[in-house]
């Protein structure tokens, strides 16, 4: 049974930065893609950001060139780093280890 825990969301003024970190149990972490997505309150769930296991990447284009999606295999772990915050960016921010592991979310408020 795979286990995701969100950590490092919070409230941030407007142009501001914020790392998430989403650490992983099991053993297919390595060989997974993996996933950030966010739900904004009264909005569907999106993806912000993906990463494979060979490093590839692919990102919402709202957040392309402010989000960096990184991971570190050893460690189990997928982290978001978030610069240039807008308010638009107030949603709960979920890890995805695909097919379809979620963790339990992360909020992060942007917000002067």
């Known amino acids: 049974q795979v286990q995701l825990v969100e950590s490092g969301g919070g409230l941030v003024q407007p142009g501001g930065s914020l790392r998430l970190s989403c650490a992983a149990s099991g053993s297919t972490f390595s060989i997974s893609v993996v996933g950030w997505y966010r739900q904004a309150p009264g909005k569907q769930r999106e993806m912000v950001a993906i990463?494979?296991?060979?490093?590839?990447?692919n990102y919402a284009s709202a957040v392309k060139g402010r989000f960096t999606i990184s991971r570190d295999n050893a460690k189990k772990t997928v982290y978001l780093q978030m610069n240039s915050l807008k308010p638009e960016d107030t949603a709960i921010y979920y890890c995805?280890?695909?097919?379809?592991?979620w963790g339990q979310g992360t909020q992060v408020t942007v917000s002067s």
């Open positions: 995805k280890l695909f097919p379809s592991n």
């Open positions: 990463i494979t296991s060979g490093g590839s990447t």
